[in-house]
């Protein structure tokens, strides 16, 4: 495996080197050097709260382009159920769909359905695991990787079930490659996704092997396309396969929803998602057996690289989930049609989550602790003024960066301060010898007798 | 290396950072997820007893390389019968502090279920001392 790939990005011209992005990296992934923030890969969990926080938009995310429909035969669009939430209270789906498929879509499939089979299948799991403990949903991919790296206890107790984004993509590749009588390889699908971690999601999972989603385009970079076509295009979409419920999975709480089951946490806001984590590691909540958490404020509607803000979204996607029709034979496509319940392990995420150590300091444990006692060392000695001016997030991070020698101690500004005032002092006490040809009644003198005496 | 923290009782606040202090130095060295976790939950306890019941504690980590203690030692009203305070379920938590969701009576329960050692000693009147230890897995190969 190569280096590892993430969405979020730095734009060097526009990053001025100042402290936001550093302080609010749940992850401390972040360092300013010469001027310029740089990410730690391993750290970073792809999160898009440096990219919020940027006020001069100096970090952005890769993500796929329209140009790159060319590849395939035959292309499918799995549009993210926040899409919706962008185009105001009264949008019709069909409308939206037909857009896509204007701007160069052969198809779409609606993730909200792929939402409709990932409940079914996290139903099903939950069924057959039994409520041994809080068992937490890994529709978020952020807060996935925020428990490799920060939570390692917690990836026995994630829901290792497919994303909506992942059963669409496998569902919508099958059915049309039986349809089109093509191999399945030929048709691209392209995820139209609301944040930079479902990107780096997609990109890692095609690296690791066969993936059924081939590339993510954000809702940004198609949002003016649809919103120019809105009002003519007419709503071309044959019948609509998701529920309401599959809609609803677009912001916080619609897992709950979809799920339903009573004793859930919805928990949004990945500084929140943090805190909760935190909580169930110590062993507490242990009466809760679903936890939904999602690193955006809002859910997916208020992704890094949605257009609106994300309690609009919140307000179009409920008043869209309140006109879609209602799906009752739902059940019955899923298990019958789609036999579903028969290839629950292939829709299982794959390969398994393993812990990746991002904080460790050492691999040897002796050499380690030696390291943690040193950081606690240097921490004592740093002002604890967590300005962030020395590059490291707080003072702390700045004690383990010079423990691990990537900093050193007087990239403390006030560090720094005291060492010239012990050098001033040094520079006054030396400036004030002067040579004994210029000094009277020094101690010399008296070996000296003057002239004529 | 030694961690110390002192706690303040009925200070739920700042109830949690000492454990979550812990999770953080045993992630940074390296300790396995789950003997992390053990450490946190009993870390988490141990400060909880002191917020709960205490005037004020210190909470002391000891990290090793083939093992990890922890200290608790507090200035509170003692306990009576450790052994009763043992057994799941028993709390003499006042009626408001269960009403913030603590002393269901899980405390030393869960500190003997994760630890691999528990020793508590305590004064009535004067104060609690625990000392539990937990044991990292062997490495591998070795």
Known sequence: MGQLFHSVLLIEEKCRGCTRCIKNCPTEAIRVRAGKARINAERCTDCGECIRICDNHAKTAITDSLSRLKEFEHTIALPAPALYSQFGREVDRRRVLAALMDMGFDDVFEVAYGADIATFLTTEYLKKQGAKAPMISAACPAVVRLIQVRFPALIDYLIPVDSPMACSGKLAKEMKAAELRIPKENIGAFFITPCPAKVTWVREANKLGSFPVDGAISISDVYGEIVKRLPEISPSHPELKASPVGVGWGRSGGERIAAGISKSLVVDGIHNVIDVLEQLEMGKLQDIEFVEAQACTGGCVGGALTVINPFIGRMNLEALVDKSETRPKLRDELTEDLNLEERLGEFTIKPDIVAVPAFRLDQDVSRAITKAEMIEKVVSELPGLDCGSCGSPNCRALAEDIVQGLAVDTDCILKLREEIEILAEQLLEMAKKSPPALKEDSKEDSAFSKPGE | ?142
Request: proline share 3%; hydrophobic share 40%; charged share 25%.
């Open chain 2, 1 to 142: 290396m030694r961690l110390e923290y002192h706690v303040s009782g009925r200070d739920f606040q700042a109830a949690g950072g000492a454990a979550a202090k812990t999770k953080r130095a045993l992630r940074q060295i390296g300790i396995d997820a789950e003997t992390a976790r053990r450490v946190g939950i009993v870390a988490y306890e141990a400060e909880m007893n002191i917020v709960i019941h205490a005037y004020r504690g210190t909470v002391g980590i000891d990290i090793l390389p083939e093992r990890v203690i922890i200290y608790a030692d507090d200035e509170g009203p003692g306990i009576s019968d450790i052994a009763l305070a043992m057994q799941v379920g028993y709390s003499t938590a006042s009626e408001d502090i269960r009403e913030m969701g603590f002393g269901a009576g899980l405390g030393l329960p869960n500190m003997k279920r994760y630890s691999d050692e528990l020793k508590v000693t305590s004064q009535v009147g004067s104060g609690t001392s625990i000392r539990a230890v937990i044991n990292l897995p062997a490495k591998e190969g070795s």
